[in-house]
């Protein structure tokens, strides 16, 4: 119903900057909490940020907080994610996610089993 296609990832230095976007279809944009997600090599998929249907409050891993920000733009049905300061342990690919729940916790959305849509994910690699 829903189809999410990220889109923006490559190579880039440590220390550099990448622009990752989500494009949504089939359904209302602004009723879907949105996530993003990221799986390294050899290693299980991790919650990275999360924004609320309006925009108006995000939520960051520890990992991120600080150097990743989460936007979303309901007017074109686009999320975003800026990484500045990028680290090599930051490459992984990247997932978007939607949560078409009209109810949801704040923790709730640290957890991949709250998302009901997926993309197919961009590849983003960090070199030293």
């Known amino acids: 119903q829903v189809q999410l296609v990220e889109s923006g990832g490559g190579l880039v230095q440590a220390g550099g900057s990448l622009r990752l976007s989500c494009a949504a279809s089939?359904?209302?944009?602004?009723?879907?909490?949105m996530g993003w997600f990221r799986q390294a090599p050899g290693k299980e998929r991790e919650f990275v940020t999360a924004i609320s249907r309006s925009g108006g409050s995000t939520w960051y891993a520890d990992s991120v907080k600080g150097r990743f920000t989460n936007s979303r733009d309901n007017a074109n049905n686009m999320l975003y994610l800026q990484m500045n300061s990028l680290k090599p342990e930051d490459t992984a690919v990247y997932y978007c996610a939607a949560n078409s729940h009209q109810f949801y916790s704040d923790s709730g959305l640290r957890n991949q089993r709250q998302y009901d849509y997926w993309g197919q994910g961009t590849q983003v690699t960090v070199s030293s």
């Open positions: 089939g359904g209302t944009f602004v009723n879907l909490a």
